[in-house]
């Protein structure tokens, strides 16, 4: 009586064990006859069978030297990324996809940018997937919504870099920094191989490990935040649209102001320009300028910067530029980020007469006040192309304009106008909100510009 007692508690234990066992463990561990307990795919393959996301070929077979297809491929990481496939039946677009299995998978990752076509509005579903697609798939997937780190390094030491395709090179950067691609045990990687059943199932269960590591160091997001967002990155971009007007026609007018004035000066020569048909006549009526423009400091006294060096007007064309930048936007309070446009004004001056040995030059200025940054959907209210009258920093660049962010003080740049090196320079003269602030060399006396923020494409 004592021994089937005994047993009986043997039994029930074997059996409350064996209850806590998922059944699918024993279905993916036994019933594939070609996938070993000895084979170095064994655990990837039983763990994306035990999870659904991979299954057999039949005749309980897993065939792991078998060629994956596309349409497989986007099918199993859609199962991994949990997509709802009513969602995307019958919105694929591309012509040889049929209305199968495989459908929503592709149109879901198509329309997300994860997966292109191969041409002719073709995907090519029943195209082997090589191992350097495999790569920039998930690269394309994870970089939605991570940062990934890339190290150029482990891809560079692989004997067969030179095989990876110049559209894959920082997918496979990333794959092989990651671990995601180890190589063979002479580290060769085969980018352009086909990738067998055995290889993806692998590369998808490394893929879901580098998933979870990402998600476990992502910065927490309060569920709610009334966001307070800030540019943080602006990619270059050329000037798109332009309207001119035409300033002063005045020719050598010897004048210092305050900066308070400038704009005021400019302003009346506008106005006034068509009383005038010369220098002389211009020059002769600086005695009502303080009077008619408002400006103290007009009332006599010695105009003519603080070295003798007379500004000069030229005939100046003013061009209000409307530049929209792609962007992004960092919330200040929860870091999360957006896309967006950056809408730039910036105002530029075409000057014949300040560098006469540069005719075509062009002044550029950036209005810095933060509020006349159009942001997004214009948020601040104005209207693009509005004219800023308050501009700063101005530089000169050739005809071609290209804007580089991000925006910092950078140091001095000179503008070579003679064969002199320019050893020293002094300030010459500031001019506030019209113009530049000029420096003189004292060798040669040729003239530069203060630069403090944006680049030319060619410096």
Request: glycine content about 6%; charged content about 25%; hydrophobic content about 35%.
């Amino acid at each position: 009586m004592k021994k089937s007692t005994r047993l009986m508690a043997i039994l029930l234990a074997i059996i409350t064990i064996l209850s806590v066992i998922p059944m699918s463990a024993f279905a993916a561990a036994s019933s594939f006859t070609d996938v070993p307990q000895n084979a170095w795919y064994y655990e990837p393959v039983t763990y994306m069978a035990e999870n659904g996301y991979m299954s057999g070929t039949g005749d309980n077979k897993f065939s792991p030297n078998q060629t994956t297809t596309r349409a497989m491929f986007v099918t199993v990481l859609g199962r991994i990324a949990g997509i709802d496939q009513n969602q995307y039946k019958g919105t694929c677009t591309f012509r040889d996809v049929k209305k199968d299995w495989a459908e929503p998978y592709i149109a879901w990752a198509s329309q997300n940018n994860i997966v292109n076509g191969v041409g002719d509005n073709r995907f090519g579903p029943n195209n082997y997937v090589t191992r350097e697609q495999a790569a920039l798939i998930l690269f394309n997937y994870l970089k939605r919504d991570y940062t990934l780190t890339i190290d150029s390094k482990f891809l560079d030491n692989a004997p067969d870099k030179v095989n990876v395709s110049s559209w894959a090179v920082e997918a496979m950067q990333w794959a092989t920094s990651a671990a995601l691609m180890r190589g063979d045990a002479n580290g060769t990687l085969r980018p352009r191989y086909s990738a067998t059943r055995a290889e993806i199932a692998t590369i998808f269960k490394r893929f879901i490990e580098i998933k979870e590591d990402l998600d476990a160091n992502k910065p927490d997001v309060p569920t709610t935040c009334d966001h307070e967002w800030k540019v943080t990155k602006t990619e270059k971009v050329t000037l798109l649209t332009e309207t001119v007007r035409e300033w002063a026609h005045a020719d050598a007018l010897d004048l210092v102001a305050c900066n308070g004035c400038n704009m005021n000066i400019a302003q009346w020569m506008y106005d006034n320009a068509d009383k005038y048909s010369s220098t002389k006549e211009l020059s002769d009526a600086m005695g009502i300028l303080g009077d008619e423009t408002g400006c103290p400091c007009l009332h006599g006294g010695n105009h003519s910067t603080d070295n003798g060096l007379p500004l000069t007007f030229g005939t100046m064309s003013e061009k209000i530029y409307k530049a929209d930048m792609p962007s992004e936007e960092t919330c200040t309070k929860c870091n999360t980020v957006r896309p967006c446009v950056s809408t730039h004004i910036i105002n530029s001056i075409s000057d014949e007469n300040i560098w006469e040995r540069h005719t075509k030059e062009i002044l550029i200025s950036e209005a810095w006040d933060e509020e006349l940054r159009l942001t997004g959907a214009n948020e601040y209210g104005q209207p693009a192309g509005t004219l800023i009258d308050t501009i700063h920093h101005p530089r000169r660049v050739n005809n071609e304009i290209e804007y580089f962010e991000n925006v910092e003080t950078h140091e001095r740049i000179y503008v070579e106008m003679t064969g002199c090196r320019h050893p020293e320079w002094r300030d010459d003269y500031s001019s506030g909100n019209l113009g530049p602030d000029f420096s003189y060399c004292t060798s040669c006396g040729a003239r530069d510009i203060n630069i403090y923020d944006w680049y030319n494409k060619d410096n």
